[in-house]
T-cell receptor, first 114, second 114 residues
Framework: AQSVTQLDSQVPVFEEAPVELRCNYS??????LFWYVQYPNQGLQLLLK??????LVESINGFEAEFNKSQTSFHLRKPSVHISDTAEYFC????????????FGGGTRLMVKP | EAGVTQSPTHLIKTRGQQATLRCSPI?????VYWYQQALGLGLQFLLW???????NRGNFPPRFSGRQFPNYSSELNVNALELEDSALYLC?????????????FGNGTRLTVT
């Protein structure tokens, strides 16, 4: 069975500083990986996804994540954060089989301070 | 394209009552998923419907049930409400059979049980 671990429940960072949100997963089959963002009082929005091909994927707002198969990780990074990036970030994994369940990590609350 | 819509936005019930939550998926999406987001517990998978059938359910008691209608909209029912059922309930949809498509989420229904 698949599982997802987000190692940090909260990450405080100053504006314009770099940030890395960590995500590790476990699965016995090939997987698809996703990062979602949740702003207060809203649902989840897709930030970026890894399906196949290049292990480095990027979002339109400056985030990137790298799939590392040997370390079973999919860490999210941004070189310079903004106040508006303050939100909860969820890593998710879906196995490439008919079970087709999307399993989420516990979430990381990114708090960007001025 | 209209997104996933959920109703009501907020729902207040007392212990022992029943709650009904509704979800309309994106047009063309046949798979509907329900997740519970309780404070401090992350997102827990509840139910998955596709083409009108229940395909999978999470580790929740039978008083959590639902159905999917011919137009692919879905209903989540929670019977004999308990205080710990208070949470944000998120509905998501994606095209059926697409193991690598991301889920599209609604903004959720916040259920409060007093």
């Amino acid at each position: 069975a698949q599982s997802v671990t987000q190692l940090d429940s909260q990450v405080p960072v100053f504006e314009e500083a770099p940030v890395e949100l960590r995500c590790n997963y476990s699965s016995s089959v090939s997987v698809y990986l996703f990062w979602y963002v949740q702003y207060p009082n809203q649902g989840l929005q897709l930030l970026l996804k890894y399906l196949s091909g290049s292990t480095l994927v990027e979002s339109i707002n400056g985030f990137e994540a790298e799939f590392n198969k040997s370390q079973t990780s999919f860490h999210l990074r941004k070189p310079s954060v903004h106040i508006s990036d303050t939100a909860e970030y969820f890593c998710a994994v879906s196995e490439n089989n008919a079970g087709n369940m999307l399993t989420f990590g516990g979430g990381t609350r990114l708090m960007v301070k001025p | 394209e209209a997104g996933v819509t959920q109703s009501p936005t907020h729902l207040i019930k007392t212990r022992g009552q029943q709650a009904t939550l509704r979800c309309s998926p994106i047009s063309g999406h046949t798979s509907v998923y329900w997740y519970q987001q309780a404070l401090g517990l992350g997102l827990q998978f509840l139910l998955w419907y596709d083409e009108g059938e229940e395909r999978n359910r999470g580790n929740f008691p039978p008083r959590f049930s639902g159905r999917q209608f011919p137009n692919y909209s879905s209903e989540l029912n929670v019977n004999a409400l308990e205080l710990e059922d208070s949470a944000l309930y998120l509905c998501a949809s994606r095209p059926g059979g697409s193991y690598n498509s991301p889920l599209h989420f609604g903004n959720g229904t916040r259920l409060t049980v007093t």
